[in-house]
């Protein structure tokens, strides 16, 4: 059993950055060893989108196209925690957040939601001038 915790959430102009941050808490004795972590968000007519996601056994990353370049993904599984860094944030991005866990499977190239069966509650992005 994994639980997650989004913050780092707020408000920036264009261009501007935010540091996400998922805290997991797992079953005392567990680490996210083994545990995929992915970064979703809600857009308009879906309910989530991924944006990126970490491996946790070689820890190989995947962004969605319009994030590359902009949003690092990163994770410390010795903290349980998984950050995700987005620079030139624009109104476009601006949205809910949430982290999400599965098996390393899972994220890949198609970035899908499938298989992430544990999900934090979301944080706020604003991105306005």
């Known amino acids: 059993q994994v639980q997650l915790v989004e913050s780092g959430g707020g408000s920036v102009q264009p261009g501007g950055s935010l540091r996400l941050s998922c805290a997991a808490s797992?079953?005392?004795?567990?680490?996210?060893?083994?545990?995929?972590i992915g970064w979703f968000r809600r857009v308009p007519g879906k309910e989530t989108e991924a944006v990126s996601c970490?491996?946790?056994?070689?820890?190989?990353?995947h962004y969605r196209n319009s994030v590359k370049g902009r949003f690092t993904i990163s994770r410390n599984n010795a903290r349980n925690m998984v950050y995700l860094q987005m620079n030139s944030l624009k109104p476009e991005d601006a949205t809910t957040y949430y982290c999400?866990?599965?098996?390393?499977?899972?994220?890949?190239?198609?970035?899908?939601?499938?298989?992430?069966?544990?999900w934090g509650q979301g944080t706020q992005v604003t991105v306005s001038s």
């Open positions: 999400a866990a599965g098996q390393d499977h899972y994220c890949s190239d198609y970035l899908g939601r499938g298989g992430f069966d544990y």
């Open positions: 797992v079953a005392s004795g567990y680490t996210l060893d083994g545990y995929a």
């Open positions: 970490i491996r946790s056994s070689d820890g190989r990353t």
